[in-house]
């Protein structure tokens, strides 16, 4: 039998899930069994809809510590509104498909670790990208990203894992067409015939890409790049360095950074966030430095 570390006095803890996430079935009893041993008091909600998450958060802010989200990455950009709004520190149980905030902060996958990062109580202040009034934690894209979720079913995710992003991936890639951007970053202005642009903040995005090699969550800076692959046969050169975020303007990728972009096309394009499309271009993108707190594995 588990023996768990008792807390010094009981916290008291919002926890929402997405009922329809790929693990929150399997674990959902034995997250709440296992937060409730550590010691903490648990008001549990499950919103059926993104747009209930903010109402939520708010509805119980004067009752409740912190915000323990469970589900991926798109679960918690439903939650980040609230979470700006109420000022209530985060924690995450990575219950989704891809995981990308918790690996970005080396949260574990499995739910006795990641409970035990939560009852650490250890903190960090993290940073938050922005566009046309929408937070988000990764990264927002369009182009060929929007082709991708929209080719992702609840599905493909729930069977495949990790892998349906990859399958995704290159049916979209394969039916892609090229698009006329303009960027605007610190004064310069740039015209793109392009793919995709994505704009991160922190730095895993789509099952484990890197925005940037050095992209961290809390340097202050949104990473840009462009796919403005003028060759077919560079995609698979590109798909590998976009693991790595290690981008090369001669295989066609364009790389910037700064805490301020502008983009205009030359009609609306859906920009999706952390996964769900929720605005369109043009788009005004910047960074919130320390916007959120998050409980966080302590330093070795």
Known sequence: MAIFPQLP?????????????RKTQKNLSEVVYQLQALGFDIIQESPEHPQEFTPTIQRYQEQVDFVIVGGGDGTLNAAVDGLVE??????????GTANDLARTLGIPPTVTEACQIIASGHKQKIDLGWVNGKHFFNVASFGLSVNITRKLTTQSKKRWGVLAYAWA??????TARPFHALIQVDGQRERVKT????VGNGKYYGGGM????????DDQ?????SLEIKHWWQIPLVWLTLRTGRHRQELGVRAVYGS?????????????TDGEITTRTPAHFR???????VLVPPPK
């Open 9 to 21: 006095y009981p916290k008291t803890a919002l926890l929402l899930v997405n009922p329809h996430a």
């Open 195 to 198: 793919l995709q642009i994505a």
């Open 210 to 217: 890197s925005i940037a090699h050095d992209a961290t969550i």
């Open 260 to 272: 301020d972009f502008e983009i205009y096309t030359s009609k609306p394009y859906p920009i999706n």
């Open 287 to 293: 960074v919130i430095p320390q916007a959120l707190t």
């Open 86 to 95: 109420t000022g209530l520190p985060l924690a995450i149980l990575p219950l």
């Open 169 to 174: 991936a290159i049916q979209a890639t394969l």
């Open 221 to 225: 800076r949104l990473d840009l790049y």
